[in-house]
């Protein structure tokens, strides 16, 4: 079992800059890939970004040069840094480990609201 659990979000403005971060506990030795979802209201989640363990990172067309992921491996944690807010990025974004392609382990989400 992994436990995730995420910190940071709240509340931002449209062009401004929130951070998160996510706490990994448990079984971890098996777990190469961990990354970000999130589920806007009236949406289905999606994929924001990936970083494996030796760093190799993947986003989504619409984060793509505003949001940047990172880890510390030693730390068990991962965190999303995102910049140039938009409105459309407000979602509940959820911490997530992933195995062959697809989320194994969820954290609780944090919301994000960006005002315009």
């Known amino acids: 079992q992994v436990q995730l659990v995420e910190s940071g979000g709240g509340l931002g403005q449209a062009g401004g800059s929130l951070g998160l971060s996510c706490a990994a506990s448990?079984?971890?030795?098996?777990?190469?890939?961990m990354g970000w979802y999130r589920q806007a209201p009236g949406k289905q989640r999606e994929l924001v970004a990936t970083?494996?363990?030796?760093?190799?990172?993947n986003y989504a067309d619409s984060v793509k040069g505003r949001f940047t992921i990172s880890r510390d491996n030693a730390k068990n944690t991962v965190y999303l840094q995102m910049n140039s807010l938009k409105p459309e990025d407000t979602a509940v974004y959820y911490c997530?480990?992933?195995?062959?392609?697809?989320?194994?382990?969820w954290g609780q989400g944090t919301q994000v609201t960006v005002s315009s």
């Open positions: 997530v480990t992933v195995r062959v392609g697809t989320p194994q382990y």
């Open positions: 970083i494996t363990r030796g760093g190799i990172t």
């Open positions: 448990g079984s971890l030795f098996s777990i190469n890939t």
